[in-house]
T-cell receptor, first 116, second 113 residues
């Protein structure tokens, strides 16, 4: 079925280390979205990527959309304890093949823990 | 603008009971989606409403139902509660239908005893 796969499922790092999570789609996407959920909180929209090969930065976070628009990555430079949480990617999939009714489908997320 | 609000925030029910959860989207947002989240699980899609019509439905039993009102506010109902229904239920609103970025509410934490 149409799905979004994220790896790794868990990642534990020392504060100051870098972190990367990867997102792969079973099909080409019109856009990819990233969300962050802090422990005990709710998912918060971070960013949307639309163009093939697009790279966007938010302070220490770098988001990339693959050339084929089927994969994406989120890289955090020099992690801090405030980066702790689960990072989800999501993409719109048509409800039926070739259809125009799109549904946002989330990956299972990558849980990042940071040791201070 | 006020964010997405959900009521109640916490709920404790017993098996066999039913429950209704409410969601008020961001003003101007017409699409509302519902998700179930349990420990270790991702966001499991329940349904999406747009202009009072259910556009998409996830793989949940018929005990789970929802609706959307003309002011875009939405409710979801779970009948004949089971222990496995204990979860965080998240509502998300979006400006339009079709996989646009979503803005989540704080969720309703449902515990079934």
């Amino acid at each position: 079925g149409q799905q979004v796969m994220q790896i790794p499922q868990y990642q534990h790092v020392q504060e100051g280390e870098d972190f990367t999570t990867y997102c792969n789609s079973s099909t080409t996407l019109s856009n990819i979205q990233w969300y962050k959920q802090r422990p005990g909180g709710h998912p918060v929209f971070l960013i949307q990527l639309v163009k093939s090969g697009e790279v966007k930065k938010q302070k220490r976070l770098t988001f990339q959309f693959g050339e084929a628009k089927k994969n994406s990555s989120l890289h955090i430079t020099a992690t801090q304890t405030t980066d702790v949480g689960t990072y989800f990617c999501a993409g719109p999939f048509p409800r039926t093949s070739g259809g125009s009714n799109y549904k946002l489908t989330f990956g299972k997320g990558t849980l990042l823990t940071v040791n201070p | 603008k006020a964010g997405v609000t959900q009521t109640p925030r916490y709920l404790i029910k017993t098996r066999g009971q039913q429950v209704t959860l409410s969601c008020s989207p961001i003003s101007g947002h017409r699409s509302v989606s519902w998700y179930q989240q349990t420990p270790g699980q991702g966001l499991q899609f329940l349904f999406e409403y747009f202009s009072e019509t259910q556009r998409n439905k996830g793989n949940f039993p018929g005990r789970f139902s929802g609706r959307q009102f003309s002011n875009s506010r939405s409710e979801m109902n779970v009948s004949t509660l089971e222990l496995g229904d204990s979860a965080l239920y998240l509502c998300a609103s979006s400006l339009d239908k079709g996989g646009r970025e979503q803005f989540f509410g704080p969720g309703t934490r449902l515990t079934v005893l």
